[in-house]
């Protein structure tokens, strides 16, 4: 059972306002709740009672998995969000006991490893975290609300509050707090607001993704019956440019995401779209999800580039304020890093107030640098092994890449190698573990058996389970 982190005797300050209500607004105002008198939350969209998709947040319609690591995060700010998620409907997937996983060009081997891949629809887990959020007494939650733009002291060494209005015009506000967070995502107004207060533009690095991402809600097919929760076929970067993605999700219903990269456009008729798993490296998707039953749309998202904010690298930046979130850094969604590092950041946040209110951006930022290093190296590795690609490369990546695909392959078959490659997926455990003396050993010399080259998920429909459904 999780645990709380334990309130401070006094509240750090009496008002704290986050702007931006998505995942890591409302974990951000979580975690102030229990350091400041008051938290407002302030949200352009109006939110609905339920699990409904928000124009703010088009990304909702495709798959996201909340890792172990923002699981362990949540629970500490809100103890018992795991189980209310799973009574709302939320499937955990153990990552290799339930899944089907094509990666590095075998299927991998299916032993528990006992962390999980949290699946449920990007709605669904807003609208759990919205309703802890809601029931806190000190947190009053104004949605509807647009934040134009900053106030500030008179010599604008610190944010003291922000203007807001109705989205599109109507009466503006100003709201007045001691700490404010930008929780606005990766369009933040952040950058032009401070440069037109004065502050130096602040560094971005970019590096292209150029991905695609395609995404429908299916009915499980008539006689469906599988071992597994989680289906994908894992690209070969950077040779293969498609990717494909089923989970269960709440409802039992099926969501599937497809993904082309660099030019590879994912069909957008209904026909194209499950034709397109046919002739990947493996058709077991296809195979699948011929004779499932869609449940609406097809949804599509371009996402251009990774995009890293170098706020820790200012010379000056105003008292008061904090980025978090996709405000701050936003990452390739493949590795489904994004909510569980916007709810590491927040977690951080809520560490710097606890050590005053005096200097607390400063302190923040700073740690920012280090804290985002890992999951940004981690999402850049594989775009930068694209030649065209723009970016400064680190030393030995050549030689990384190499270890990397070795690596790929030998957690194809040795469970050792691919519960170790797990816990740095879910960011339970630091890259580094992948290089210790057994792993590179490993590495070097094993070999998969003839078993492991003809590993394959059972057909999940088989003759004999869809008798068995139909009895
Ligand atoms: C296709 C795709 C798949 C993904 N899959 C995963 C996954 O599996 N796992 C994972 O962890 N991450 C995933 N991500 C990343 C994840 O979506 C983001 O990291 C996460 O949503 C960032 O949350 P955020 O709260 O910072 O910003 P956002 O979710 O972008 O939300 C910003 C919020 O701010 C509001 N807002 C904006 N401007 C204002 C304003 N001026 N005033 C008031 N409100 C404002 C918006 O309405 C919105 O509600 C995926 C991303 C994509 C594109």
């Given amino acids: 059972m999780s645990t709380s982190t334990p309130l401070p005797p006094t509240p750090s300050g009496k008002?704290?306002?986050?702007?931006?209500?998505?995942?890591?607004?409302l974990i951000a105002a979580g975690v102030l709740s229990r350091h400041f008198e008051r938290v407002t939350l302030v949200e352009r969209d109006r939110f609905e009672d339920g699990p409904q998709a928000r124009k703010g947040v088009p990304q909702g319609s495709h798959?996201?998995?909340l890792l172990t690591r923002g699981m362990n995060v949540l629970c500490?700010?809100?103890?018992g969000f795991r189980e209310e998620l799973k009574e709302a409907g939320s499937r955990f997937?153990?990552?290799?006991?339930?899944?089907?996983?094509f990666m590095g060009g075998l299927w991998r081997p299916r032993v528990p490893c006992g962390l999980y891949f949290y699946a449920q629809s990007r709605p669904l887990l807003e609208w759990v975290l919205r309703r802890r959020l809601k029931a806190l007494p000190n947190v009053t939650v104004r949605d509807g609300r647009e934040v134009t733009g900053f106030q500030t002291s008179a010599d604008?060494?610190?944010?003291?509050?922000?203007h807001l209005r109705a989205p599109g015009g109507g009466q503006e506000e100003t709201l007045e707090a001691e700490l404010v967070v930008d929780a606005s995502g990766r369009g933040s107004r952040t950058p032009q607001w401070l440069e037109a207060l004065g502050y130096p533009r602040v560094e971005e690095t970019n590096i292209q993704v150029d991905v695609i991402y395609s995404s429908?809600?299916?009915?499980?097919?008539p006689g469906f019956v599988a071992d597994w929760k989680m289906m994908s076929i894992a690209p070969q970067?950077?040779?293969?440019?498609?990717?494909?993605?089923?989970?269960?999700i709440e409802n039992d219903h099926l969501l599937m995401s497809i993904a082309g990269w660099h030019g590879v456009q994912p069909p957008l008729d209904d026909a194209g779209y499950i034709e397109f798993t046919r002739d990947m490296v493996q058709p077991h998707i296809y195979e699948v999800m011929k004779h499932a039953e869609p449940l609406g749309p097809i949804h599509v998202f371009r996402y251009s580039h990774n995009q890293r904010r170098h706020y820790e690298r200012m010379p000056r930046f105003p008292e008061g304020l904090a980025p978090v979130g996709d405000a701050f850094c936003s990452f390739n969604p493949i590795y489904g890093q994004g909510m569980t590092t916007g709810a590491l950041q927040a977690q951080t946040l809520g560490e710097c107030v606890r050590q005053g209110l005096s200097g607390v951006s400063q302190r923040y930022r700073r740690q920012?640098?280090?804290?985002?290093?890992?999951?940004?190296s981690m999402a850049t590795t594989g775009d930068l092994r694209f030649p065209h690609v723009e970016g400064k490369r680190p030393p030995g990546f050549a030689l990384t890449n190499w270890y990397g695909d070795r690596f790929q392959r030998l957690a194809s078959h040795d469970v050792e190698a691919l519960h170790t490659f797990v816990r740095v997926m879910q960011m339970v455990e630091e890259p580094t573990v992948l290089f210790s003396p057994r792993l590179a050993l490993k590495v070097l010399t094993a070999r998969p058996t003839a078993a492991d080259l003809e590993r394959k998920p059972e057909p999940p429909f088989a003759p004999a389970a869809v008798k068995e459904q139909a009895a």
């Fill in 15 to 25: 008002h704290a306002l986050v702007y931006g209500g998505s995942t890591a607004g």
């Fill in 63 to 65: 798959i996201h998995g």
């Fill in 76 to 79: 500490e700010i809100f103890p």
């Fill in 93 to 101: 997937i153990d990552m290799t006991g339930d899944h089907a996983w």
């Fill in 156 to 162: 604008k060494a610190r944010v003291t509050g922000v």
């Fill in 216 to 221: 429908r809600l299916f009915r499980r097919p």
């Fill in 237 to 248: 970067l950077p040779t293969e440019k498609r990717m494909a993605l089923i989970e269960t």
């Fill in 368 to 376: 920012m640098g280090e804290l985002l290093a890992t999951p940004w």
